[in-house]
């Protein structure tokens, strides 16, 4: 009778197995992992960094993690975001947003929580700023963090957006360290079907932008 | 002709393999586990309890994540709230102390702030925590998040929970409230209702997750 299926006692459980193929498992305690890598884009002297495809119903959430970021321009910079209704055709969705921060020099001459009105939107198709003075002047200088999308397909609700963001800041006479919060909405029923990511002037020298699905 | 390959297919997946040698190469590093999606329609409240229709709300997993995607009213109301049970979902009342504050900024630029929000806060009150405030019934709002509860299965720990959300309110302002607090007891916490305030919960979903 043909071999169809192998059984574990007929295999030797105690010996090494190097698997090099795709091991998608079901957990063993339950339920499933529901949070897929989709697309990683890596910045070399890149004017934007954009995603404009597998953007859609597939996940009810979406996260973007960018791993220093670190920016051209040899002037404070925000690194900052839009979102596209038209798979990247154009970048500049209405929306409305609010943004916090803490700070702290590392001088520690001053360190507060507070809003930050210069850099939420209100009503703007601007691109939204993810930081507060990524600076290029130290090579060692960069902003990390997250931004969650949520249900960028409906074509019934407005898209919130929620992000957090930790940069090392250039504060003229002395840096500082920035946390900041970020969070709003597109102000439209329009799927959203592409985001891009970039500096309001110069490029983005270096850096890696994750795209993941969430379920 | 010598057996050289087995394929994938030649194996029985649905069994269980007990190695005990070093499996290396795509090893999962995988820590986020969808427990149960729950999809509101018109829904009073969406309860999680543990034990029931598939939901795991013990000691299975250190941290659970609640994410909320669009969860919209059927009427104006005033917020969008949590609570916990120690006894399975009978009852949804237990002592609370919590935090709550809100970045906020109107459509119209008018309003611009960080506040404490001392009205949404709770001390030792067993009501209903809101973690987001004022979502309209007109269409096109809803409000989204996450609320990350810690060990509800401790009976030594007060269990701690923290959420971040993202809302309209009234129709006209980016809200993006965050509270955090802990629930005063040492029971396990076994089961996790949400609701709005008033009305129902039209639509939208809340998906539970535990994380290793």
Known sequence: MALSKIQPASIDLTANYAFTGTNSITSASSGTYEEKKLATVTASSSGTLSFTSSIDNTYNIYKFRFIEIHPSHDSNVDFGFQGSTNTGSSYGVTLTSSFFDAYHYENDSSAAVRYLTSRDLAQSTSFQPLSVNTAVADADQHVSGELFLFDPSSTTFVKHFISTTQTASDGGSDDFSDNSYIAGYFNTTSAIDAIQFKFPSGNIDSGTIEMYGIN | ?212
């Not at chain 2, 290396?24 to 969406?46: H, R």
């Not at chain 2, 609370?96 to 709770?122: P, R």
């Open chain 2, 1 to 212: 002709m010598a057996l050289s390959k087995l394929a994938a297919n030649s194996f029985d997946l649905t069994d269980n393999y007990a190695f005990t040698g070093t499996t290396t190469g795509a090893v999962s590093t995988q820590k986020l586990f969808l427990i149960k999606n729950i999809d509101a329609s018109s829904s009073g409240t969406v309860d999680f309890v543990n034990g029931a229709s598939s939901v795991v709300l013990d000691n299975t997993y250190k941290t659970y994540l609640f994410r909320i995607i669009n969860v919209h009213p059927s009427t104006n109301t005033g917020g969008f709230a949590v609570n916990f049970s120690i006894d399975t979902g009978s009852n949804y009342n237990v002592t609370k102390t919590t935090t709550s504050f809100v970045a906020q900024h109107a459509e119209a630029n008018n309003v611009a702030e960080l506040a404490y929000g001392s009205g949404y806060d709770l001390a030792q009150s067993t009501s209903d925590q809101e973690i987001t405030q004022n979502i309209y019934a007109t269409d096109d709002n809803s409000g989204c998040g996450n609320l990350y509860l810690f060990n509800p299965s401790s009976t030594t720990f007060i269990k701690h929970f923290i959420s971040e959300t993202g809302s309209m309110f009234a129709n006209a302002r980016a809200w993006h409230n965050f509270v955090a607090g802990y629930c005063n007891t040492t029971s396990a916490i076994d089961a996790v209702r949400f609701k709005f305030d008033t009305g129902n919960i039209d639509s939208g979903r809340i998906a539970l997750y535990g994380i290793k």
